[in-house]
């Protein structure tokens, strides 16, 4: 099955793929590599998913911040390959930010609703390394920001 037809299988709606806002690129390809920039947790309806995790929101509701950016992600992708996401080999990397207190220490499973989504979409091709990082505090004041690496056939 080609992953677009998983995304349609899934029932995902892909949100739009938003400029950068900064004086960088939402995405840069260097040979095979596309690499993405982070992308911030936003909801269904484009407002931002704010507050720190283990104060404001639960693990769970990190978790779909997490997924959330990981649309994002696929967003960026499609956009890049010219809507054709056969031309990706591999996701290769996640590295997830997760604004949350002192206290909180279950940053990898709020990741995890990014790195579920990822390899739902892509199957095999999905498994990827990953990093799952605590912040005090995230642009905008978002609760979780994922940037990717991908391999390009």
Do not use: W
Not at 51 to 60: A, W
């Amino acid at each position: 099955m080609n992953f677009d037809d998983k995304i349609k299988e899934l029932n995902i709606k892909l949100p739009e793929a938003k400029p950068p806002v900064g004086n960088y690129v939402a995405t840069k390809v260097i040979g095979k590599m596309l690499f993405v920039s982070g992308q911030i947790s936003i909801d269904e309806n484009g407002q931002l998913i704010k507050g720190k995790v283990g104060n404001d929101l639960d693990t769970e509701a990190g978790y779909n911040a997490a997924k959330r950016c990981a649309l994002s992600i696929i967003a960026q992708v499609k956009k890049t390959c010219d809507n054709d996401l056969s031309k990706v080999k591999s996701c290769v990397k996640l590295t997830g930010f997760v604004n949350s207190t002192d206290e909180y220490t279950d940053q990898p499973k709020v990741i995890n609703g990014a790195s579920d989504l990822i390899a739902a979409v892509f199957g095999n091709s999905g498994m990827h390394a990953r990093a799952a990082v605590s912040s005090n505090s995230l642009p905008l004041g978002v609760s979780v920001e994922v940037d990717a690496i991908f391999e390009l056939n």
